[in-house]
């Protein structure tokens, strides 16, 4: 999923809150145009209303994180990771996936030797990012789907 165009613009306008009406005179956009836009926003869990007094339209924190990253990956990645086995390397690689925006859904970790095999299924990220985060940690990783 790409943010841009008229979407990236309403997006950059929702860090705050503001009322439709406001944000319809800032993009210069008829207000029914612009609610049917917010809405299809709201479904997809990138923006959150609020009615009444002091209400408003505002990203939530996965609309601020798809606004920054500019781009995310529906799909998931299966990893085969291989590493020196020590206490804490486990946390220390779901600690570095999650600070690059990645969701561990599934995690199986097998012993070979001194070695541990871990395999990962990850969404949110993409194969240059995991290989990124995870070089000076981990001996080798496979994509395997």
Same mark, same amino acid.
């Given at each position: ?11 950059? @306008? ?15 956009? @008829? ?25 408003g ?34 946390? &220390? ?11 561990i ?6 012993? &070979? ?6 395999y ?26």
């Amino acid at each position: 999923m790409k943010v841009e165009g008229l979407t990236k613009k309403i997006m950059e @306008h929702l860090k705050e809150p503001i009322t439709i009406r406001e944000l319809a005179k800032k993009l210069n956009i @008829h207000p029914k145009n612009l609610d049917v836009k917010i809405r299809v926003l709201r479904d997809l869990g990138l923006v959150e209303t609020k009615k009444g007094r002091n209400g408003g339209v505002r990203l939530t924190k996965e609309g601020i994180y798809l606004l920054e990253k500019g781009e995310i990956t529906l799909g998931a990645l299966k990893l085969q990771i291989v590493a020196k086995d020590r206490i804490g390397l486990l946390a &220390d690689i779901t600690s570095r996936i999650s600070k690059i925006g990645g969701n561990i859904t599934s995690t199986v970790l097998e012993r &070979d030797g001194e070695d541990v095999v871990i395999y990962l299924i990850v969404e949110n990220v993409d194969k240059d990012e995991i290989k990124n985060a995870l070089e000076d940690v981990v001996k080798k990783i496979s994509i395997i789907w």
